[in-house]
């Protein structure tokens, strides 16, 4: 048994031997009852979000361009003083309107591309600066007009690995949905071998919050990695704020990574519907001899990460968009 638990550790993968075609797989559709996941949407609902709201990237903050995006209608750019410090603000420039997002940072002040007026994270000339947190791996703003909530000193970050010992990888896209839809899709674990099958496969919900004792849903599932070949993990989801779910591993391999989803508001788009951006960030962690290779081999990594996170979510923000679509029409079953 000793020998067997080496070789585990050594070789992540396994052989699939008892593999069934899609369509023989077992049904989910009994299990995935519509009130168990409207009530841990409901719940993540009523938890606290401190008024902040996830902008993007902390690795896309730095260099001579804000990060600039439009949440829940505000424009808003973020960017690094002349310390390093994280500063954030209104996206419109308080002399004659012009879109901050596109204007350069120059030693640490943002500087309006159209008259030169400098902002250096201050008050000056009615801007006023909004608070912003970097956790290392994603960037916040608070938005206390916005969120209308108690405000908190910090976002809810999720329990990760420390980010300078994992590989961090960040997805956004967006969707015509609104923050709901995405969470509902995350709190639907039962979809994952039938709409994701070049991906998952084997998928099992081991427990749920009507019997965990805790507001999580507990999945056994296998990633594919080529033909028969899969890593099988244990996975639990929980949503810690209204518009975030985590998923962590916490059986097989990588125990202690994460995968966090976002939903940003965005505002509407020229047909009054709804957007809403999703912010996914990959922090993967190992106690494997080799992930040293893998860390350092990061920005190779990253984007074949990103680029798988995106396939995923060519589907699930089909499924959150037709859940708007059917919401926003009063046809969404059970509404």
């Not at 923000?317 to 009063?330: F, P, Q, V």
Request: hydrophobic fraction near 40%; aromatic fraction near 6%; include cysteine.
């Amino acid at each position: 048994m000793a020998g067997d638990g080496r070789r585990r550790r050594r070789l992540p993968l396994s052989l699939r031997r008892n593999a069934v075609a899609w369509e023989r797989q077992r049904p989910t559709w009994r299990d995935a009852k519509p009130a168990l996941i409207a009530g841990a949407l409901k719940r993540a609902q009523a938890r606290p979000s401190g008024n902040w709201y996830v902008m993007g990237a902390s690795r896309d903050l730095g260099g001579d361009r804000p990060l600039g995006r439009t949440v829940a209608g505000q424009e808003v750019v973020v960017w690094r003083d002349a310390d390093g410090r994280t500063v954030a603000g209104p996206g419109v420039c308080p002399h004659l309107g012009a879109p901050l997002r596109d204007s350069p940072v120059r030693c640490g002040a943002l500087v309006c591309h159209w008259h030169g007026l400098s902002l250096n994270g201050g008050p000056f000339a009615g801007w006023e600066p909004l608070p912003a947190h970097d956790d290392g791996v994603l960037v916040w703003v608070r938005l206390d007009a916005v969120g209308g909530e108690e405000p908190l000193d910090a976002p809810v970050v999720p329990r990760r690995p420390v980010p300078a010992r994992a590989l961090t990888a960040v997805y956004a896209g967006t969707g015509v949905c609104e923050p709901e839809d995405v969470v509902a899709n995350r709190l639907d674990p039962w979809h994952g071998a039938w709409f994701h099958p070049y991906s998952f496969v084997d998928l099992t919900v081991v427990d749920t919050p009507e019997g965990a004792g805790e507001d999580a849903f507990a999945v056994d599932v296998s990633f594919k990695v080529a033909g028969r070949l899969v890593v099988p993990v244990r996975a639990v989801f929980t949503a810690p704020e209204p518009r975030t779910v985590v998923m962590h591993i916490t059986e097989g391999e990588g125990v202690g990574s994460v995968v966090e989803t976002h939903a940003t508001p965005l505002g509407p788009d020229a047909s009054g519907r709804p957007r809403t951006a999703v912010i996914e960030a990959v922090v993967a962690a190992s106690d494997r001899r080799g992930f040293a290779l893998a860390r350092a081999a990061a920005p190779l990594l990253r984007p074949l990460v990103r680029t798988a996170s995106a396939r995923l979510w060519r589907d699930d923000l089909a499924y959150a968009e037709r859940r708007w679509a059917l919401r926003s029409t009063g046809r969404f079953p059970g509404a």
